[in-house]
């Protein structure tokens, strides 16, 4: 199993450049988020995906889009880049029974000029 | 108040020494508790779930006090390779993780 996968591992984009990041994951797991972290702050959850066609708000949606079309992938889509959306992105995934442990991709560091 | 509150440290300790880090949250509610591991520019990996009984793996024992809200996390025999930040995650609702903002260890020679 790869895990959870994300592409790229950097990016440098221009203000209002838009751009998707990928991820993927080979583990059949239902649940799949998005986080950004951002120096001397904790992880913040972008959006989540219970499922296939299943998304949700987090903590600070606003600037992104996401969409599930399939288990395996879930993509994070900046639509206008900001400077403020210069930040370190991490995908996870998480067991669907048990505990409810999150599994995550290496992440993308990205800088929006 | 912020909902997940870690000390952020630096711990530095001598190899060998034990350690402990504590981390308060604020939702009664909370269901599932973890501490994961980060090294620099690395992804979180996870180190330990939580249980209610607390549980042990190795050199590493977490403990969760529902009455005080807090979970802990003890270290011992500390190891160079040990060095990292450990991060406090507490589920808000089924669906959302909320993470403190991270305690840096640094296991000195």
């Known amino acids: 199993n790869a895990g959870v996968t994300q592409t790229p591992k950097f990016q440098v984009l221009k203000t209002g450049q838009s751009m998707t990041l990928q991820c993927a994951q080979d583990m059949n797991h239902e649940y799949m988020s998005w986080y950004r972290q951002d120096p001397g702050m904790g992880l913040r959850l972008i959006h989540y995906?219970?499922?296939?066609?299943?998304?949700d708000q987090g903590e600070v949606p606003n600037g992104y889009n996401v969409s599930r079309s399939t288990t395996e992938d879930f993509p994070l889509r900046l639509l206008s880049a900001a400077p403020s959306q210069t930040s370190v992105y991490f995908c996870?995934?998480?067991?669907?029974?048990?505990?409810?442990?999150?599994?995550f991709g290496p992440g993308t560091r990205l800088t929006v000029t | 108040r912020k909902e997940v509150e870690q000390d952020p440290g630096p711990f530095n300790v001598p190899e060998g020494a034990t350690v402990a880090f504590n981390c308060t949250y604020s939702?009664?509610?909370?269901?599932?508790f973890f501490w994961y591991r980060q090294d620099c520019r690395k992804e979180p990996k996870l180190l330990m779930s939580?249980?209610?009984s607390g549980n042990e793996d190795g050199r590493f024992t977490a403990q969760l006090n529902r009455a005080s809200q807090y979970i802990s996390l003890l270290i011992r025999d500390s190891k160079l390779s040990d060095s990292a930040t450990y991060l406090c995650?507490?589920?808000?609702?089924?669906?959302?993780?909320?993470f403190g903002t991270g305690t840096r260890l640094k296991v000195l020679a």
């Open positions: 939702n009664s509610a909370s269901q599932s």
């Open positions: 995906s219970v499922g296939a066609g299943i998304t």
């Open positions: 939580v249980y209610s």
């Open positions: 996870a995934s998480r067991d669907n029974t048990g505990y409810y442990e999150q599994y």
């Open positions: 995650v507490v589920t808000s609702g089924t669906y959302k993780y909320i």
